[in-house]
């Protein structure tokens, strides 16, 4: 199957700083989304980018399709921000079931 | 607007009892519905996913088992638990292109 794989593990930042998570992916994909976790468990979606560049407030995220990977930038970080931040993919033709990275731990520091 | 609701929240429950995790999307129609489970809050993995009435396909081999007997309802379930089936439990639904998750149903099996 599909390789997810995302870096950092885990990053501590103080708030205020800026960060880029980083989603690299084994196979061609026709879904990727980015998805914050919080600390009550809750799945929030932030981004379906499987191509292209989308800015939402603070966050953008960055999907290069033939190079197979994905980038999200969170700009002046905030405590609210911590949690974990997981990309999930869909490979072609699989009816749009995903395959999850291993996350990355968010910590901002007040 | 759509929301999906699960429950119960929390669940504690001794060796070789059953379960019955119930998930309900309100304000859509015929989506496809999936359920996973997240262990050591990290990695989701993929249980169940339905594309219909009836129409159950599971992405891995356990003692769970899970049923759609309404568009809208989808259900999860086990005759015996064991201790390896701790963990959260999140079921999604998706219009085909982006997932939604539920709050989850925290599980331990004593």
């Known amino acids: 199957g599909i390789q997810v794989e995302q870096s950092p593990p885990d990053l501590i930042l103080q708030e205020g700083a800026n960060s880029t998570l980083r989603c690299n992916f084994s196979?061609?994909?026709?879904?990727l989304q980015w998805f914050h976790q919080n600390p009550w468990g809750q799945l929030i979606n932030l981004f379906y980018i499987p191509s292209g560049t989308k800015q939402n407030g603070r966050l953008s995220a960055t999907t290069v399709a033939t190079e197979r990977y994905s980038l999200l930038y969170i700009s002046s970080s905030q405590t609210t921000d911590s949690g974990v931040y997981f990309c999930a993919v869909e490979r072609h033709n699989a009816g749009n079931m995903l395959t999850f990275g291993g996350g990355t731990r968010l910590m901002v520091k007040p | 607007s759509q929301t999906i609701h699960q429950w119960p929240a929390t669940l504690v429950q001794p060796v070789g009892s059953p379960l019955s995790l119930e998930c309900t999307v309100e304000?859509?129609?015929?989506?496809?519905l999936y359920w996973y489970r997240q262990a050591a809050g990290r990695g989701l993995q993929l249980l169940f996913y339905s594309v219909g009435i009836g129409q159950i396909s599971s992405e891995v081999p356990q003692n769970l088992s899970a049923s759609r007997p309404q568009d809208r309802q989808f259900i999860l379930s086990s005759k015996k638990l064991l201790l390896s089936d701790s963990g959260f439990y999140l079921c999604?639904?998706?219009?085909?292109?982006?997932?939604?998750f539920g709050p989850g149903t925290r599980l331990l099996v004593l």
């Open positions: 999604a639904w998706s219009n085909g292109e982006t997932q939604y």
């Open positions: 304000g859509t129609s015929n989506p496809n």
């Open positions: 196979d061609s994909v026709n879904n």
